[in-house]
């Protein structure tokens, strides 16, 4: 099967985000996770209950069977062997297996922005924001069987911004590690991590009665190279009290 071969790339993309949108977003994600665990533990116990009544069925019809076998069965003629050889010869079983088979490549260029306002829930001028910044990245994600992902970005940074604007964006220490980078901050200069992932279906043998369960494997790496961190902690304590204010 030919693989499928996507490329996209993003050059100075800017998302503008408000608090309300990550809120919402955070209780999607929790809810979806309590719904996933709570059907996974009701197969879990649906699968206990019925494991010992499958196995002691299974084994109960492997003994009939033989046992009718040892009984009944008696040399044959060579030509009903034969005949019965050849009708299971000429009626193969047929299976089809679509196998999923994708490269997909991403590349941003010239910096990725994400703008969320602190202590606002609209976008204003002047507002103060923390902005979420990116110079470079190449994401590369291969699919088949078993999932990898290759990454890597330059110029990680976090920045708290008291006076955002559209202006704010193109300030020079946005742009590098310069010296006048203002306060409260951390940056990363360059990184990289690599992902893969794995997942088995559920195995049973017949004879011993042992069923494994399904498995999926998660492996992460990363690697970081130089860190900068600059914090003010009464901004930390301001924007925490701001924050938790609004529930």
């Given at each position: 099967?030919?693989?499928?071969?996507?490329?996209?790339?993003?050059?100075?993309?800017?998302?503008?985000?408000?608090?309300?949108a990550?809120?919402?977003?955070?209780l999607l994600?929790?809810?979806?996770?309590?719904?996933h665990?709570?059907?996974?533990?009701e197969?879990?116990?649906l699968?206990?209950?019925?494991?010992?009544?499958?196995?002691q069925?299974?084994?109960t019809?492997?003994?009939?069977?033989?046992?009718?076998?040892?009984q009944?069965?008696?040399?044959?003629p060579?030509?009903s062997q034969?005949?019965t050889s050849?009708?299971?010869?000429?009626?193969?079983?047929?299976?089809?297996?679509?196998?999923?088979?994708?490269n997909?490549?991403?590349?941003?260029?010239?910096?990725?922005?994400?703008?969320?306002?602190?202590?606002?829930?609209?976008?204003?001028?002047?507002?103060?924001?923390?902005?979420?910044?990116?110079q470079k990245?190449?994401?590369?994600v291969?699919?088949k069987?078993?999932?990898?992902?290759?990454?890597?970005?330059?110029g990680?940074?976090?920045t708290?911004?008291?006076?955002f604007?559209?202006?704010?964006?193109?300030?020079?220490?946005?742009?590098?590690?310069?010296?006048?980078?203002p306060?409260?901050?951390?940056y990363?200069?360059?990184?990289?991590?690599?992902?893969?992932?794995?997942?088995?279906?559920p195995?049973?043998?017949?004879?011993?009665?042992?069923y494994?369960s399904?498995k999926?494997?998660?492996?992460?790496?990363?690697?970081?190279?130089?860190?900068?961190?600059?914090f003010?902690?009464?901004r930390?304590?301001?924007t925490?009290?701001q924050?938790?204010?609004k529930?």
């Amino acid at each position: 099967m030919a693989p499928h071969n996507y490329v996209i790339s993003l050059n100075r993309p800017i998302l503008l985000l408000k608090s309300t949108a990550l809120d919402k977003a955070i209780l999607l994600w929790l809810n979806y996770r309590n719904v996933h665990n709570y059907w996974r533990e009701e197969r879990q116990k649906l699968l206990a209950q019925n494991r010992p009544k499958t196995t002691q069925k299974l084994s109960t019809t492997t003994s009939e069977l033989k046992l009718l076998n040892e009984q009944t069965l008696s040399p044959l003629p060579k030509k009903s062997q034969t005949t019965t050889s050849s009708s299971n010869t000429t009626a193969p079983t047929t299976t089809t297996v679509t196998d999923v088979n994708l490269n997909l490549s991403l590349s941003i260029q010239n910096g990725l922005y994400v703008c969320v306002p602190l202590y606002s829930a609209d976008l204003s001028d002047n507002l103060a924001a923390l902005v979420i910044s990116l110079q470079k990245s190449d994401v590369t994600v291969h699919i088949k069987k078993e999932l990898a992902c290759n990454a890597n970005f330059d110029g990680f940074r976090v920045t708290f911004i008291d006076n955002f604007d559209e202006h704010s964006l193109r300030e020079p220490w946005m742009q590098d590690n310069s010296d006048t980078i203002p306060s409260n901050f951390f940056y990363f200069p360059h990184g990289s991590y690599k992902l893969c992932s794995s997942a088995y279906s559920p195995k049973s043998d017949t004879e011993s009665g042992i069923y494994q369960s399904a498995k999926w494997y998660l492996s992460v790496k990363s690697e970081m190279k130089g860190m900068i961190i600059d914090f003010d902690p009464v901004r930390f304590s301001y924007t925490a009290i701001q924050y938790f204010d609004k529930f």
